[in-house]
């Protein structure tokens, strides 16, 4: 049976699917442009630094309202794979890893970085 996590994901890697032929450089270039992650964090902290987190938590909060979560989701399933890490389109790295293996399910891309 098909957990509730894995239709999540499932659900993720489908949306993903409108990227596929964007080439790797035109996502680059726009999660460079338009992250939020890309910019000055303000000078206020952020109101969840001194809140307990789960890294789902955190991931989600760190990536919400940008406007590129999908490009750079995209781009680190490319580029880093089942070796993902760190914090990339409001996923934790866990998330990501479970998420590569329905993402590889959807077929072929326009790059896919390094053969994993």
């Keep these: ?3 509730y996590n894995d239709l999540w994901l499932i659900g993720i890697a489908w949306r993903l699917d409108r990227l ?4 790797t450089a035109l996502l680059t270039g726009c ?3 338009h992250g939020l992650c890309m910019a ?3 000078a206020d902290e952020p109101a969840w630094l001194d809140q307990q987190l789960t890294d789902r938590e955190l991931a989600a909060a760190m990536c919400q309202g940008c406007p590129v ?3 750079c989701l995209e781009l680190e399933l490319r580029s880093g794979g089942a070796d993902t890490g760190g914090v990339w389109g409001g996923l934790s790295a866990d998330d990501r ?7 590889l399910c959807r077929g072929e891309r326009a790059e896919r970085g390094v053969a994993r």
């Design 1 to 3: 049976m098909t957990s």
């Design 20 to 23: 596929r032929w964007a080439p």
């Design 31 to 33: 999660v460079r442009s």
């Design 40 to 42: 000055e964090f303000p």
């Design 69 to 71: 979560t999908d490009e």
């Design 97 to 103: 890893r479970e998420l590569h293996a329905h993402w």
